[in-house]
């Protein structure tokens, strides 16, 4: 590597063995953002993470990396050994590569915060606290803002500017069944992408994909949202 650098991963965190876990207990899908206890005895390690558990080539090291590899830590660690120092090259392992993929959620909050975060995560941190967006530095200041995008108006990427959700696929007010979440908490209405659009960070112009004309009928807007919408 070049002096001064190191090999690293942009990839999300790794939170007791899964890289959709946040810091709370409980699934992010399940229950109010924010409003769960924390992962019993969980603290966070900027040590490198054993990432077994992505993908069975993931789950044996060999010894070197062990010695390296601190099961504990929630930084997945790229194996130089497994993965070579140059994968852009022919003939290395093309799987152990892709295990260690992050996902739009996570690296669109990271690109819109500053801060790394768990896989699933819109504008919040590992603990489902909400975290500064540039949209909303830029309203603060008396700008302008919107949101185009040419896939889902409320899709992980765009959303992350935008909404403080702990999981990306909270995307209207439709995606939670029930009134209760998993810790019998009410479930907040405006814990979605949609109502956070509408009714908190107001977005002036929003441009996207989603209309439920389209091949994904009602996944990204409700039958009653888009009532509103065009009630005004």
């Known amino acids: 590597t070049l002096p001064g650098y190191a090999i690293t991963v942009t990839t999300n965190t790794y939170i007791d063995g899964d890289k959709g876990n946040s810091a709370l207990q409980g699934s992010p899908i399940d229950h109010n953002t924010g409003e769960a206890p924390a992962r019993e005895g969980f603290s966070f390690s900027v040590c490198p993470a054993s990432v077994n558990g992505f993908y069975g080539q993931l789950r044996s090291f060999d010894e070197s990396i062990e010695e390296v590899v601190n099961p504990s830590g929630n930084m997945p660690y790229y194996s130089p050994q497994l993965g070579s120092s140059y994968p852009w090259l022919p003939l290395n392992d093309p799987e152990y590569i892709k295990a260690l993929y992050p996902d739009s959620a996570g690296t669109s909050t990271g690109l819109n915060t500053g801060v790394k975060t768990y896989v699933g995560a819109i504008g919040v941190d590992i603990y489902e606290q909400a975290l500064v967006t540039s949209l909303e530095v830029a309203s603060a200041m008396g700008k302008s803002t919107g949101i185009v995008t040419s896939v889902p108006y409320n899709h992980a990427t765009p959303a992350a500017a935008a909404a403080h959700v702990s999981q990306r696929n909270k995307y209207h007010e439709g995606t939670n069944q029930g009134t209760l979440d998993e810790f019998n908490n009410t479930i907040d209405p405006t814990d979605n ?18 209309h439920p004309l389209g091949s994904t009928e009602f996944k990204f ?7 509103d919408l065009r009630n005004g």
């Open 193 to 210: 992408i949609f109502m956070q659009y509408m009714e908190i960070t107001q977005p002036t112009v929003i441009l996207g994909g989603g």
């Open 221 to 227: 807007i409700s039958e009653e949202g888009i009532a």
